[in-house]
């Protein structure tokens, strides 16, 4: 399984964009890239998934280089809601029957958003 | 549409007694997983259920746990005796047959005292 690394913690500002890096250089040909979202007192959730290149939703942006060895979350215009941690995962994640993949979640990065 | 929820938010029991969680997975979806999170630890992989069968449980600490998911729907997961080190939370998620996402409930805060 690759292994991800990523900041324990950041601090940003209510409104500012935020982007939390993650490394994962021993990715696999068909590992897909996927970050969650966990609230305290609440499970993980998903927040977005890519291979390659750029994906963006309606709450975060995802950026991944041609080699695909680190990715990057952007949160734009973050709030106080945003507070939480984010974590990276990688993994054959992204086949439709999701397969036998279990994501494993490291420690991720703590996000705090002060006013 | 429900999400997933899992029952009892909290529980307190002393070490040697039994538990048991229950997951209500969000209907229709075939997969079931367990995790849990122990203190200031990452979150564990426990097993996983597509409909009733045992898909993988490499990650079941012991035979002191014991997961079901009789008829496909609902899981338990039963802790018997349990130990101090077993306090945590434990999390249930499902998947749907086709899709990609797991879906996480809120959680199940396990205090062994």
């Known amino acids: 399984l690759a292994k991800t690394t990523q900041p324990i913690s950041m601090d940003s500002y209510e409104g500012q964009e935020v982007n939390i890096t993650c490394s994962h250089n021993?990715?696999?040909?068909?590992?897909?890239i996927t970050w969650y979202q966990q609230f305290p007192s609440q499970g993980p959730r998903f927040i977005i998934q890519?291979?390659?290149t750029k994906v963006t939703n309606e709450v975060a942006s995802l950026f991944i280089p041609a080699d695909r060895k680190s990715s990057t979350l952007s949160l734009p215009r973050v709030s106080l809601s945003d507070t939480a941690v984010y974590y990276c995962?990688?993994?054959?994640?992204?086949?439709?029957?999701?397969?036998?993949?279990?994501?494993?979640f490291g420690r991720g990065t703590s996000l705090i958003v002060h006013p | 549409e429900a999400g997933v929820t899992q029952f009892p938010s909290h529980s307190v029991i002393e070490k040697g007694q039994t538990v048991t969680l229950r997951c209500d997975p969000i209907?229709?979806?075939?997969?079931l997983y367990w995790y849990r999170r122990v203190m200031g630890k990452e979150i564990k992989f426990l097993l996983h259920?597509?409909?009733?069968?045992?898909?993988?449980e490499s990650g079941m600490p012991n035979n002191r746990f014991l997961a079901e998911r009789t008829g496909g729907t609902y899981s338990t997961l039963k802790v018997q005796p349990a130990e101090l080190e077993d306090s945590g939370v434990y999390f249930c998620?499902?998947?749907?047959?086709?899709?990609?996402?797991?879906?996480f409930g809120p959680g199940t805060r396990l205090t062994v005292t």
């Open positions: 021993n990715i696999a040909t068909n590992d897909y």
């Open positions: 890519g291979y390659k």
């Open positions: 259920f597509v409909k009733e069968s045992k898909q993988d």
């Open positions: 995962l990688v993994g054959e994640f992204g086949h439709a029957s999701g397969g036998s993949y279990i994501p494993t």
């Open positions: 209907s229709g979806h075939d997969n």
């Open positions: 998620a499902s998947r749907g047959r086709d899709g990609y996402e797991q879906y």
